[in-house]
Structure formats: C-alpha cells, structure tokens
C-alpha cells in the first residue's frame, strides 16, 4: 500500500548541461505536469536555480504545496547527494562545492534534495521503465559522457557520499586515452558518444572511399550509425568497434554487480539495434559463463528518466522506510 493519499504529488528535476526538466509525478508514474528550457550553462548557480524555481512554479500552477511531498533535483556529478551539495559539474561553470538542496529549499516552501543523475536513471528505468520487477540491475548511460546507478537486491546502491555508480571512471585501458577527468584509459575516454564522434571524424579525414569522409570535420555520431545502415563500410568497422569497447564496460559490470539485467540509456541508446549484436557477441566470447545470457535492454524512458527518476526518489526521500 502507497503511504501517500493517491492526490500527493512529487517533483522531479533534471539538471543537464543543456536542458533543464521539470515534472510533477503521481507514485504510479503518471507525470501530470512537466516544462522545460535551456539550460543557461554559463550563468552560474543563482541564474541556473531561478531558472529551476521558475519551473517548478510552471508545473505546480494550481497545486497546493501541501499536496506536494518534496522536490529532488539530478545533476551530473560529482555530488554529495547525501548533503546535497554539487562538489564539481564539469559543463556548469560555479558548481564547485555549491549547497544545491540549502539554496533551492530556502527559495521553495518543501523539501529538496539532490541526486546524481545516472542513479535519477536508473531509479526511473527500475520503478517504471525497462527494469521493471527484477531486484539487481545496472543502468549504463552513454551519451556526451558514462554515467549509471545501480540496484542490487532491490535497493539503490548509494555509497560513500552517494557517488556510488561512477561506471564511466572505470579504467579498460591502463596509459591509454586522456579522460575529461583527467586519469588514462577510462571507460568514457573510450566509450562515450563523444570518444566515438572523435575515433569518426579522425578515421574520416583519412578515407576518401567513405561517404563519411566529405563531413569528417562536422561528423556525429548520428551520420556514422546512418552511414552503417547504408552500407559504409568504414561506418560498420567505428560501429563494430564502439560495440567492443561497450562490450568491455558491460562485461566488468556483470562480474561486479551480478545484476538480472543491464539497461542501457542515453543518446547512443538511440542505436541499439545496431550495437546490441557486437555487445552480445563480445560478453559471449568474455564474460565468465555464468554471466553471458544476462539481458541486455534498452533504455524505455529516453529523456524524461531524469525526472521520473528523482520524482521518484523524493517519495523515497519523504517515506524513507516505504
């Protein structure tokens, strides 16, 4: 049984470095309100969080607050969720050691609270998306960088400070490429939408034969999933190696977390189809055998996780033994 009457609301934030999200969400999943805009990423932390209240009043216009169980915001990381301070957002300028969840409760008459946004994900995916009734399960999202959150045994796993689920820090290739947070041979340095726009446009430049090669300089990920479909072969070798490298962070995800299943989400999600059989085929050939039939979905949600995510979570926040 729910602990809240069927008319409380919660709301959810999503902090991106380019869109800001906001949504009011029953606890069956049905979001009754939601807006969003862009996200004003050089304005700072005063800027950025008017934006936020501004919003949160758009999807509350004619909600009482009393009817409203609190507020929980995600941001990319590093967080202290657990004090809801923002320790360091790389794409959002003044979010060093910044007091998120102080400075928005003291503007917003009910609790707030801060979250990172691969745990929002996979909270969302758990509750409401691809996850849906298993007790263990990884969410991988791969877009600009790697993120994820884990479930295991039927409870967010939090860690340390909340930072628990840091996937994209894993190192796959020891002295290899140069991370955004600046150690060799990460995860992210290698698997992310931005490592492989990068790996497409240097590969480009060098092959006239490839349809790719007269936009090497302006080349997306998106051109080289399209180009694969068509045909292209210098597409299909980028694709199968992204495939590969995807396949390595899944495969030390399995061994450590033993999960029912692993989500995958984010923009690179968008061509699952076209990734899924090189993931599968690397886990088949890698993973210790007891893991190489554990599924591997896609992400259901897309771009409303993160808020469904920390709705979710601040009913969670507001009943912590429900």
């Known amino acids: 049984m729910s602990p809240f009457p069927s008319d409380r609301l919660a709301l959810g934030v ?31 932390p005063e800027r950025i969080l008017g934006d936020i209240v501004g919003l949160v009043k758009t999807v509350t216009d004619g909600i009482s607050a009393d009817a409203i169980v609190g507020l929980c915001v995600c941001a990319p990381g590093p967080l202290d969720a ?25 503007k917003l008459p009910f609790p707030v609270s801060l979250e990172n946004d691969g745990i929002a ?7 409401y998306g691809a ?17 994820g959150g884990v479930i295991a045994d039927g409870r967010v796993l939090y860690g340390r400070m909340g930072m628990a689920g840091h996937i994209g820090h894993m190192s796959i290739r020891p002295d290899g490429n140069i991370c955004p947070c600046g150690n060799a041979g990460c995860f992210e340095a ?12 240097k590969a480009a430049a060098g092959r006239r034969e490839s349809s790719l090669s007269g936009i090497a300089d302006i080349l997306h990920a998106r051109d080289i999933f399209t180009a694969a479909k068509d045909g292209d072969g210098l597409a299909r070798d980028l694709v199968a ?23 995958i989400g984010g923009g690179l999600s968008n061509a699952f189809d076209q990734l899924e059989g090189g993931i599968r085929a690397y886990i088949s050939a890698r993973a210790l055998l007891p893991f190489r039939e554990i599924p591997i979905r896609r ?12 709705a979710a979570l601040a009913f969670a926040h507001a009943h912590p033994e429900g």
């Open 131 to 147: 996850g849906r009734g298993v007790d263990n399960l990884v969410y991988m999202t791969v877009s600009t960088g790697i993120g």
């Open 121 to 127: 994900a996979a909270v969302a995916e758990w509750r």
């Open 82 to 106: 657990r004090n809801g301070i923002a320790l360091h957002i790389p794409t959002l300028p003044g979010f060093d050691d910044f007091p998120v969840a102080a400075v928005l409760g003291a």
């Open 241 to 263: 190696e992204e495939a590969e490298i995807l396949g390595q962070g899944v495969r030390s995800l399995l061994h450590l977390y033993s999960p029912d299943l692993v989500v």
């Open 190 to 201: 290698y698997g992310s939408g931005t490592a492989f726009t990068a790996r497409g446009r």
């Open 14 to 44: 999503d902090l991106g470095g380019t869109r800001l999200r906001a949504a009011a969400m029953t606890q069956t999943g049905e979001i009754v309100a939601s807006a969003e805009m862009p996200t004003a990423a050089q304005g700072g």
């Open 299 to 310: 992400a259901e949600l897309g771009d409303l996780s993160g808020v469904v995510g920390t």
